[in-house]
C-alpha cells in the first residue's frame, strides 16, 4: 500500500498507517499528526497505579480505559489518546474507537520525559476546547500533577495544582481523593548528567 498525503479530511487515516508502520502513538491535535514514543517503565508505573485506585472506586456506569481516542466533536480529523480515560461502560462493548468528548469524565495525561511545555499546553487547550470534563496531567519529571476541571469556551476555568504526596481530588462523579505517594519520578537525563562540568 503506497504511504498517504496528509491533507485535511485524512489525517486520521494516516495517523493509523504511521501508527500500524511505526508503533509510535500518533494523535491529530490542531490538524497537525503528533507522534509520542512508547512509554517508558516509569511513565507506565503512574499509569498502572492511576488504575488500580481508580478502577475499584467507579459506579457500575463507567470504566477506566487505555489507550481510548477522544474526538473533537465536528472535526473530521483531531483526535487524542490520552493514558487513561474515564467513560461510560458501555464503550467496551463499541465497535468504535472515538469517544465523544462530553462522556469523558476524566482524560489523563502523564508527562514524557522529553515533552515540551508548548506541547503540554496545547494539549491541555485541546482537551478544553472539545469539552472534556476534567483533565489530570502528571510529571514525573518535578513530582507534580494537576488537575483541570470547569471547561468553557476552549478554557479550563478551575485548576488545582499540586506535589507527589498530596492526595487529588477528583470531581463528581467520581468523588474520591487519589493517593500520589508511591508515584515514581524519572531519573535524571544521562546525556545531560554526562555533559555537565564538574562542579
Same mark, same amino acid.
Given at each position: 500500500?503506497?504511504?498517504m498525503?496528509?491533507? #485535511?479530511?485524512?489525517l486520521? *487515516?494516516?495517523?493509523?498507517?504511521?501508527?500500524?508502520s511505526?508503533?509510535l502513538?500518533v494523535e491529530?491535535?490542531?490538524?497537525?499528526?503528533v507522534?509520542?514514543?512508547?512509554p517508558?517503565g516509569?511513565h507506565?508505573?503512574?499509569?498502572?497505579?492511576?488504575? =488500580?485506585?481508580?478502577?475499584p472506586?467507579? #459506579?457500575?456506569?463507567?470504566? &477506566?480505559? =487505555?489507550v481510548?481516542?477522544?474526538?473533537?466533536?465536528?472535526d473530521?480529523?483531531?483526535?487524542s489518546?490520552? *493514558?487513561?480515560t474515564?467513560?461510560p461502560?458501555d464503550?467496551?462493548?463499541?465497535?468504535?474507537w472515538?469517544?465523544?468528548?462530553r462522556?469523558? =469524565?476524566?482524560?489523563?495525561? %502523564?508527562i514524557?520525559?522529553?515533552?515540551k511545555?508548548?506541547?503540554?499546553?496545547?494539549k491541555?487547550?485541546w482537551?478544553?476546547l472539545?469539552?472534556?470534563?476534567?483533565?489530570?496531567?502528571?510529571d #514525573?519529571?518535578?513530582g507534580?500533577?494537576?488537575?483541570?476541571t470547569?471547561p468553557?469556551?476552549?478554557?479550563?476555568r478551575g &485548576?488545582?495544582h499540586g506535589?507527589?504526596?498530596?492526595?487529588?481530588?477528583?470531581?463528581?462523579?467520581?468523588?474520591? *481523593? %487519589?493517593a500520589? *505517594?508511591?508515584?515514581?519520578?524519572?531519573?535524571?537525563?544521562?546525556?545531560?548528567t &554526562?555533559? &555537565?562540568?564538574?562542579?
Open positions: 500500500m503506497p504511504a498525503r496528509p491533507r #485535511p479530511g485524512n486520521r *487515516d494516516v495517523a493509523q498507517q504511521v501508527e500500524e511505526t508503533g502513538r491529530v491535535l490542531g490538524g497537525s499528526l507522534m509520542s514514543p512508547t517508558r516509569k507506565a508505573g503512574v499509569i498502572y497505579q492511576l488504575e =488500580e485506585a481508580i478502577r472506586a467507579l #459506579p457500575a456506569t463507567l470504566v &477506566a480505559a =487505555e481510548a481516542s477522544i474526538e473533537m466533536p465536528d473530521p480529523d483531531d483526535y489518546t490520552p *493514558d487513561l474515564v467513560c461502560a464503550f467496551l462493548g463499541s465497535d468504535d472515538l469517544i465523544d468528548p462522556d469523558v =469524565e476524566l482524560a489523563v495525561e %502523564v514524557s520525559k522529553s515533552e511545555a508548548r506541547g503540554i499546553a496545547d491541555k487547550d482537551y478544553a472539545a469539552g472534556v470534563k476534567s483533565l489530570l496531567v502528571v #514525573p519529571r518535578h507534580t500533577w494537576a488537575l483541570h470547569r468553557k469556551e476552549g478554557v479550563y &485548576a488545582l506535589e507527589y504526596g498530596e492526595e487529588i481530588p477528583l470531581p463528581a462523579p467520581l468523588s474520591f *481523593d %487519589v500520589t *505517594d508511591r508515584f515514581p519520578l524519572y531519573g535524571p537525563n544521562r546525556n545531560a &554526562a555533559a &555537565a562540568p564538574d562542579s
